[in-house]
């Protein structure tokens, strides 16, 4: 019968050990082994098996000191090995494993042939086809290995990409319940001087039974070739752009991990954003822990009202009067963003506060109102009247007689200057008035409602602004320029042929 003698290119079997680990530590164990972290070995031979010792570089500075008893049949096999190791895992770990792929590579460079295999005998044709069934087996474990790791490796690269399913991940129909960008409204300061809404990015996605899973903060920019962001809407995508535009808020559990999740709504695109957020159905209040609560919808604009109430001092006989503000709708929460905003947390509403021809400087001072004596208020009232504007009087005082409606009706007085002036104001001047109803005077820079005497009293005039810039516009187009309280004229240094 003709024998052949077996060889062998490794020391040990790669798909024996395979059989004899877990298939991630295997994968681990050789990716430390390709990136060339195996630093020593040794083998040295023991009465039933073999003891390998080495060092393998791990994440910390120091190497993990590895020893293994490793029992192996003549032909390379592994029938059993048992390690133990320095790092936090302690046995059979990756470096173990990286260990032993090293020790079939170089086990026959290190001890040589005859050690490699030292009961080597010649096989029989029924031993040889055994063995080459053996080896058959072991490239197809090896092969299906390889096609488990590659899976693996792609299920790694999606997790990495930024998106994965929930773990309780189902197909309702034709609809995978993948992560969603959610939106938050919160005030911050709302008790003090300022209150500003923010609005705020974050990730979730639909329970089985209803409602939306703990939302997480976004931490890192949303953009394309992430899974997230690429199955987001057109909406989700706008809403994130102009978001971007916008100063970013800072909170007590708001944490900046360089993307602009959470910011201050700010001019037309804030509220650009706001509606885009509630049109794709994920708008919510947020809580203090940054958790979706109640549902949100952008509403219909809210007037901002001024009340006054009287109020009871300590010392003192007279009376005091403090200024409040409220919007028509009294569970609203003012908020001084530019333009004004306000949220009501009960019903779930946002939108506009309309604060009638005020700047956001004039409300936050309104808003701090100190208590008013009434004796001073009264004393004042031509100041109260002036400076007020569309917030109405304290009770305390009488109301005046208003005049509105009126169209005012420009009149302008020319006078020459006088010889001596004319190489600086020169040839003439004129003097431009609005006469309301008979009631002329120079009010620009003053505010709508003015204060007027007269013969017969103090009156309220409401003024026109818009007529008026229009005739200073016409006198400007002229090459008039202002040079006093409604006083126009021609610069001497330019020609004054416009007068002639």
Not at 73 to 94: E, F, H, I, M, N
Not at 384 to 397: A, C, D, Y
Not at 403 to 410: C, F, K, N, V, Y
Not at 456 to 465: A, I, V
Request: one cysteine or more.
């Amino acid at each position: 019968m003709q024998t052949h003698w077996h060889s062998a290119n490794l020391w040990l079997d790669l798909a024996s050990l395979v059989q004899r680990c877990d298939a991630a530590t295997y994968t681990r164990g050789l990716e430390l082994y390709r990136n060339q972290r195996v630093l020593t070995l040794s083998i040295e031979p023991l009465t039933d098996n073999w003891l390998l010792l080495g060092k393998v570089q791990g994440s910390v500075r120091l190497p993990y000191e590895v020893s293994i008893e490793v029992k192996r049949s003549p032909d390379g096999r592994v029938l059993a090995w048992d390690s133990d190791c320095t790092c936090p895992v302690g046995y059979q770990c990756k470096h173990g494993v990286a260990l032993m792929i090293k020790a079939a590579y170089k086990g026959q460079q290190i001890l040589g042939t005859s050690a490699a295999a030292p009961s080597f005998r010649p096989l029989t044709e029924q031993q040889l086809a055994e063995q080459r069934q053996a080896d058959l087996e072991r490239r197809r474990a090896a092969a299906q290995l390889e096609a488990e790791n590659q899976v693996i490796r792609w299920l790694g690269d999606i997790e990495r990409g930024g998106i994965k399913a929930p773990l309780a991940a189902e197909r309702s129909g034709q609809n995978l319940r993948h992560e969603q960008f959610l939106y938050l409204l919160n005030v911050i300061a709302a008790q003090g001087p300022h209150p500003l809404l923010t609005l705020e990015a974050v990730v979730s996605y639909p329970k089985v039974n209803g409602g939306w899973a703990k939302a997480k903060s976004i931490k890192t920019t949303p953009e394309h070739g992430q899974p997230l962001y690429d199955l987001a809407t057109e909406a989700d995508r706008d809403v994130l752009q102009l978001m971007r535009t916008m100063p970013s808020a800072a909170s007590a559990y708001f944490y900046s991990y360089g993307a602009k999740s959470r910011v201050t709504v700010e001019g037309k695109f804030g509220v650009q954003a706001i509606e885009l957020a509630a049109s794709t159905g994920r708008l919510f209040i947020g809580d203090k822990n940054g958790q979706p609560t109640m549902p949100a919808r952008w509403g219909a604009p809210l007037d901002l009202l001024w009340q006054w109430h009287e109020v009871t001092q300590a010392h003192g006989d007279d009376s005091a009067w403090v200024l409040r503000a409220r919007l028509d709708h009294s569970l609203a929460q003012l908020c001084l963003n530019n333009p004004p905003l306000y949220l009501d947390s009960q019903h779930g509403i946002c939108g506009l506060a309309r604060v009638k021809d005020m700047s956001l400087g004039q409300v936050a001072v309104l808003l701090r109102s100190p208590p008013l004596q009434t004796t001073a208020l009264k004393k004042l009232q031509s100041e109260l009247v002036e400076r007020l504007g569309p917030v109405p009087l304290p009770p305390v005082i009488e109301p005046l007689p208003t005049l509105s409606g009126i169209t005012p009706r420009a009149c302008l007085h020319l006078a020459p200057v006088a010889p001596a002036e004319v190489p600086d104001l020169g040839l003439m001047q004129a003097t431009l008035r609005f006469d309301y109803g008979g009631h002329r005077g120079w009010w620009v820079g003053q505010g709508s409602t003015v204060l007027i005497d007269n013969a017969q009293g103090r009156l309220l005039l409401q003024r026109d602004p818009q007529a008026e810039l229009e005739a200073i516009t016409s006198l400007m187009q002229l090459g008039l320029t202002a040079n006093g309280q409604g006083v126009f004229g021609i610069a001497a240094s330019t020609s004054q042929q416009t007068w002639l």
